[in-house]
């Protein structure tokens, strides 16, 4: 209902149309004993933790998100936030950061229907792969020498279709259909046959990455939205010195879901309050470009006391369908001769 009133606000379109979304974790200390955080020296220390994967919308509002345990990697958890997002927005391109794709994760997102766009920070190290290796790319020959083998694929192909048809229907969750696709640490084979897909949706990406920088600018606009909704969130989740002091799972949801929820509420609030100040602003005679507007990030939390006591009462204004009346700021009129 929170994603649907946002997306039904005019300058919602000014910051994207929905079809992309961008995924990316928060990692979080848990500094009790619990089954469900794991050892990461990177963001825990000597500690362990978790990570609060969400999904993020180029409209700005928050589609999913989840705990995963601190030593899952995010190409794991992808899959799930985008397969098990249940809001009116349904993204088909997702950016993501280095460490969330595999060969499958693009395999799989393929075969879905969905494109995933990761940033890549170790491109020189990876590799080209083609369909016919009397191909003649010129000056990419060299660094397209290996071969995509199809017949993997061809073999396992009704078993491919059938684990696509479950993860469409939500049987198995998608966390524990990747978790099939291996045995220990060894890929099974039709892992290594949806890999095979996947290196071809890779080797495009790849391509159209390094040679289109509107993509590149793109990818990495998105992830710095979901940056930006991350300091809104650690702003959020202060108490207990920004520390997860959950045991179980389920209480971990519980306060991680009111971590999801609280940011939405907070960026529809001040876009519902920005959409209304241009409209004034407008109505007074001030020019108000839409360019502008589309650089302008809803989640600035500086006028929201986050500490102290809250009181709920409701002023009149409100309570009537009204928004509060807008401060009054002096403003001139701009003019290129000034």
């Not at 993509?215 to 989740?237: D, G, P, T, W, Y």
């Amino acid at each position: 209902m929170l994603v649907k009133a946002h997306n039904e606000l005019s300058i919602t379109s000014l910051w994207g149309d929905g079809t992309m979304a961008a995924a990316d974790g928060i990692r979080f200390v848990v500094p009790i004993k619990t089954l469900h955080s794991g050892p990461n020296p990177k963001y825990f220390g000597r500690g362990k933790g978790i990570t609060w994967y969400n999904l993020l919308s180029d409209k700005l509002c928050g589609l999913n998100d989840f705990p995963v345990p601190g030593t899952l990697k995010d190409s794991m958890s992808i899959l799930a936030i985008v397969l098990e997002q249940q809001t009116e927005i349904q993204p088909t391109e997702i950016m993501t950061d280095t460490g969330a794709y595999s060969n499958v994760v693009f395999g799989l997102f393929r075969l879905l229907g969905y494109r995933v766009s990761p940033r890549l920070a170790d491109i020189g190290s990876q590799r080209l792969w083609r369909m016919d290796m009397n191909a003649d790319y010129r000056e990419l020959n060299v660094i397209s020498s290996n071969k995509i083998r199809l017949n993997r694929a061809e073999l396992h192909w009704e078993d491919i279709l059938r684990l696509i048809g479950s993860l469409r229907l939500g049987k198995p969750s998608a966390i524990d259909a990747m978790k099939t696709l291996r045995t220990g640490s060894k890929p099974t084979s039709l892992s290594r046959a949806i890999a095979e897909i996947g290196r071809i949706d890779k080797t495009i990406h790849l391509l159209t990455y390094i040679d289109e920088e509107e993509k590149r600018r793109m990818i990495l606009k998105q992830l710095n939205r979901v940056e930006s909704r991350h300091s809104l969130a650690r702003a959020v989740f202060h108490g207990q010195r920004g520390e997860l002091r959950q045991q179980y799972r389920e209480g971990q949801e519980d306060q991680l879901g009111a971590l999801g929820l609280m940011p939405n509420i907070t960026v529809y609030w001040n876009t519902l309050y920005i959409e209304e100040a241009v409209r004034q602003l407008r109505v007074e005679g001030f020019e108000v470009d839409d360019f502008d507007l589309s650089r302008i990030f809803p989640f600035i939390f500086r006028h929201i006391n986050m500490n102290g006591k809250h009181t709920f009462s409701m002023p009149e204004e409100v309570k009537e369908g009204k928004l509060r009346p807008l401060r009054e700021v002096k403003l001139e009129k701009y003019s290129p001769l000034s």
